[in-house]
């Protein structure tokens, strides 16, 4: 089974700190996504990632940064973060970019 | 508009009703078409895709119907662990890979 970890479950940060959120894959899956979901809003997604340094803006890519140096790991940076980034993130990969497998999320309180 | 409509619930039966939930969707250029699930305070996982000629999985029936842009999912004698929430999903493919968009969910509640 492929297996997306998600390096925190839990993470508290204060406002204005440079996070990093970080995902890895063990299927040598060329595509990547990261997502945030917030109640009554669903999944939104951010950034997503079809090969190693490549990246394309999701729908609110504002606020957010990604790298991709390895295949295996891609990972969202918030720059500066703010209270209105307090959500649910979460790390896909796929062989395709259709059948998606999930890390368990990261859920991020900005204080 | 969201690209992905769905009725968020919360729809609450007793076990063993049938329940139908539905989707729909704006952007014609959609090529593939999901139903995922997802438990409280966990991730997304993928409960079946849907083809145009309506697929069934055990208690669980898909259908699509491209030319109304409308996406349903059927659940038949409901039980307890059905309880979750249902995201309806369409898939793009583009550039060198593809993506998902979801919908935001319905949420399904079953009680004894």
């Known amino acids: 089974d492929v297996k997306v970890t998600q390096s925190s479950r839990y993470l508290v940060k204060r406002t204005g700190e440079k996070v990093f959120l970080e995902c890895v894959q063990d299927?040598?899956?060329?595509?990547m996504f990261w997502y945030r979901q917030d109640p009554g809003l669903g999944l939104r997604l951010i950034y997503f990632?079809?090969?190693?340094?490549?990246?394309e803006k999701g729908d609110i890519p504002e606020g957010y940064s990604v790298s991709r140096e390895k295949k295996e790991r891609f990972s969202l940076i918030l720059e500066s973060a703010s209270t209105n980034q307090t959500s649910m993130y979460l790390c896909?990969?796929?062989?395709?970019?259709?059948?998606?497998?999930f890390g368990s999320g990261t859920r991020l309180t900005v204080v | 508009r969201k690209e992905v409509e769905q009725d968020p619930g919360p729809f609450n039966v007793p076990e063993g009703a049938t329940v139908a939930f539905n989707c729909t969707y704006s952007n014609s250029a959609s090529q593939s078409f999901f139903w995922y699930r997802q438990d409280c305070r966990k991730e997304p996982k993928l409960l079946m895709s849907v083809y145009s000629s309506g697929n069934e999985d055990g208690r669980f029936t898909a259908q699509l119907n491209r030319a109304s842009q409308y996406i349903s999912l059927l659940i038949r004698d409901s039980k307890l662990s059905d309880s979750a929430t249902y995201l309806c999903v369409v898939g793009r493919i583009y550039n060198q890979g593809g993506k998902l968009i979801f919908g935001q969910g319905t949420e399904l509640s079953v009680k004894p």
């Open positions: 990632s079809y090969d190693v340094k490549m990246k």
């Open positions: 896909a990969s796929s062989l395709t970019g259709l059948g998606y497998t």
């Open positions: 299927m040598d899956h060329e595509n």
